[in-house]
């Protein structure tokens, strides 16, 4: 039987974000003796490893005792059994992008694991998965905690839902939130000097591994409309899905049939003259061109695509693929609350997961 005070930790996804978060829990683990936690199951989508009897999986080498494990994972509903019976309380690591593993959430948490992620398929999804969601938390006391899925490890949601929480009115929210995005414009439309050509510049940012392997993935503006979807309920707008709002795509018309990414980058520079003359139009009024999203909540109304702003304006002067994010509340007036820095990256990401596994073992053990 276990301790009283030990805490199982469940893991699906150990990709980038996944190692990194594995290496902030051994960490974590050895640094604080109570609650003990145990690794009790770890998945990718093609290897398993847990003991049917609970005994925890050494974090010790666990990605290469993973990657030479021969158990393949079983079904969601039985390893949501699996965890649900074990003889302690359970946090499930959600560190996928699957929309699979998010649609189990409602499961999970009705009986009685807690869950933590970075994943944005859950919270961004139809509106119903959402409600669901919370219902089921709120029914059976699992917690569930999505910091990193908005802004990766900047204190983005738990800084809304505190605005919230405490009474504050926020009229607002408007920002950059996608370090891709960031990049392009950064270097597209810079504050100062003349930026290079747009396909140019989404080329370089692919070399440099900023986009998915089809860039295509972060032009389309689906990415940005996900984490404004989530932001958006949490100011209390029930949006119905990332869909349900006007989104910008920056994928020409013509090349949205491109059978590759790479077909797609071929065909761009022939498009080039339609981002000049974006740029132009904002140049003309003394204004830089960037890739934004935003929630009026007074009227609304939720959007994502191109704005002008003045060259000192914040959103002007970010910096490398670094987000911003800006909450207009009644409290903050015409000064907004600004979080700024990086959005993407493996450590950062797992910080916000970590960070949240701490919350929730603060509140269940
Ligand atoms: N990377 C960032 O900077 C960043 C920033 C903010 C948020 N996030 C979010 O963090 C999450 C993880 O991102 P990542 O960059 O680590 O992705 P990744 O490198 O692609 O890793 C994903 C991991 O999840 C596993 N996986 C996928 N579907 C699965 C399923 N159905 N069942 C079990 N395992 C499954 C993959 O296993 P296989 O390899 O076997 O497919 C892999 O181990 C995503 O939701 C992403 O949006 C990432």
Not at 13 to 22: H, S
Not at 40 to 61: F, M
Not at 63 to 73: C, R
Request: glycine share 8%; proline share 6%.
């Amino acid at each position: 039987m276990a301790a009283v005070n030990q805490v199982y930790i469940a893991i699906i996804g150990a990709g980038g974000v996944g190692k990194c978060f594995l290496s902030q829990l051994q960490a974590l683990a050895a640094r604080k003796p109570s609650p003990k936690l145990s690794l009790c199951y770890i998945s990718t989508s093609r290897k398993a490893l847990y003991n049917v009897d609970y005994s925890p999986v050494s974090l010790e080498g666990v990605t290469e005792s993973l990657a030479a494990s021969t158990q393949a994972p079983p079904p969601l509903p039985q390893v949501i059994d699996y965890l649900a019976s074990a003889p302690a309380k359970v946090v499930l690591v959600d560190n996928t992008s699957s929309q699979d593993v998010a649609d189990a959430y409602p499961l999970a948490l009705s009986r009685g694991l807690s869950i933590v992620t970075p994943n944005k398929k859950a919270f961004s999804g139809s509106y119903k998965l959402w409600q669901d969601i919370f219902t089921a938390s709120a029914t059976s006391g699992a917690k569930v905690y999505h910091e990193s899925s908005v802004g990766a490890g900047l204190p983005v949601i738990s800084t809304l839902k505190d605005l919230v929480d405490t009474g504050d009115k926020v009229t607002k929210i408007e920002g950059v939130f996608s370090g891709t995005m960031s990049f392009l414009f950064n270097s597209f439309a810079p504050t100062e000097g003349q930026g290079g050509k747009w396909s140019e510049e989404v080329k370089k940012a692919k070399a440099l591994g900023y986009t998915e392997p089809d860039p295509r993935d972060d032009l389309n503006g689906l990415d940005v409309a996900r984490k404004l979807t989530i932001l958006a309920r949490l100011a209390g707008l029930p949006v119905e899905s990332p869909t349900s709002f006007p989104v910008q795509s920056l994928i020409p018309k013509e090349l949205e049939t491109c059978s590759t990414g790479d077909e797609f980058l071929d065909k761009l520079p022939a498009f080039d003259q339609q981002m000049e003359d974006t740029k132009a139009a904002a140049e003309k009024a003394g204004k830089v061109v960037r890739f934004v999203g935003s929630i009026d909540v007074a009227t609304q109304q939720v959007k994502v695509g191109l704005e002008q702003f003045d060259r000192s304006h914040p959103i002007a002067s970010l910096k490398g693929s670094d987000n911003i994010i800006s909450f207009y509340t009644e409290r903050y007036g015409s000064n907004p609350l600004i979080i700024q820095g990086a959005g993407a990256g493996g450590d950062v990401t797992a910080m916000g997961v970590t960070g949240d596994l701490i919350k929730v073992l603060s509140q269940i053990a």
